[in-house]
């Protein structure tokens, strides 16, 4: 069975002590390709130094909209000269967080927009942050007529409306470990109701453990948590899931011309 993490933050410093445990859990849990998203320059060179180190670890390069106000435009066009440091697959996480950061929404639109215009450069697709920020969210992609990129709403946390929007659109929706938690019904309903087309799994880790592990830090091993209970939702075999995922994961980041690993163990 091949798994694949969507998005998570492998990079981190949470990570650095066991790193390498960590991945040889994933490994052994199936898990044969991710994505380590950047959230400001320093941490998209990290993420590039540790896909360097391991097969089957793609690199989003981007500025977090909660860093707004630290980082401007010009630091997102400034990613653009890492495209060819490493395996570079998708630009952002970039959107809206209203939720932690609401007093600093036109720099996020700043933000948003600089990273659109950098995917356009790059000929990458987008990796959505939208936490209560849907409808702003929206606005800068038809604005921007970002659509045609592609890309994924990481972490999704709207409704089955917006879902339908989204991937109305072309872009894929991506579950986390969220979707265990007992009073995630409107997740579930997401998942019931979306083509199984426009679906990724993901660990956000080291955030949102999954049930059993709430509390604790996130790793990519648990995508499985998230994938059984897509699956039981779809009524399907965990395998059947996992197998659609991975390809969707294929789909979506191996167009960019990045050389993506599905099949690939990590290491």
Not at 111 to 120: S, Y
Not at 162 to 182: D, E, H, Q
Request: charged share 20%.
């Amino acid at each position: 069975m091949q798994i694949t993490d969507s998005h998570n933050h492998i990079h981190f410093t949470e990570f650095a002590p066991d790193r390498e445990a960590v991945l040889a859990r994933a490994a052994s849990a199936g898990v044969t390709s991710m994505l380590a998203v950047g959230i400001d320059p320093e941490d998209c060179l990290n993420a590039l130094a540790v896909a360097h180190a391991h097969r089957g670890i793609l690199v989003s390069l981007g500025i977090h909209p909660q860093n707004a106000g630290t980082f401007f435009p010009k630091d997102v066009h400034a990613l653009a000269r890492l495209r060819d440091k490493g395996p570079v697959a998708a630009v952002g996480e970039t959107g809206f967080d209203l939720y932690r950061t609401p007093g600093s929404i036109d720099g996020q639109k700043d933000l948003f927009i600089a990273h659109v215009e950098l995917a356009r450069e790059l000929g990458l697709p987008l990796v959505i942050h939208d936490r209560m920020g849907h409808e702003q969210t929206l606005g800068v992609l038809d604005d921007m007529n970002a659509w045609s990129l592609g890309g994924v709403f990481h972490c999704f946390s709207g409704d089955t409306a917006l879902a339908r929007r989204v991937t109305g659109r072309g872009f894929f929706i991506s579950i986390p470990g969220v979707v265990t938690f007992r009073n995630a019904g409107e997740l579930r309903d997401v998942v019931r109701e979306t083509p199984t087309e426009f679906l990724l799994a993901e660990t956000d880790a080291p955030y949102l453990s999954p049930a059993p592990y709430r509390g604790r830090r996130n790793e990519p091993a648990y995508v499985l948590k998230a994938i059984e209970e897509m699956a039981n939702i779809k009524g399907m075999q965990r395998e059947d899931m996992a197998r659609i995922t991975t390809e969707n994961f294929a789909r979506l980041f191996g167009r960019s011309g990045a050389d993506c690993p599905t099949g690939d163990q990590i290491s």
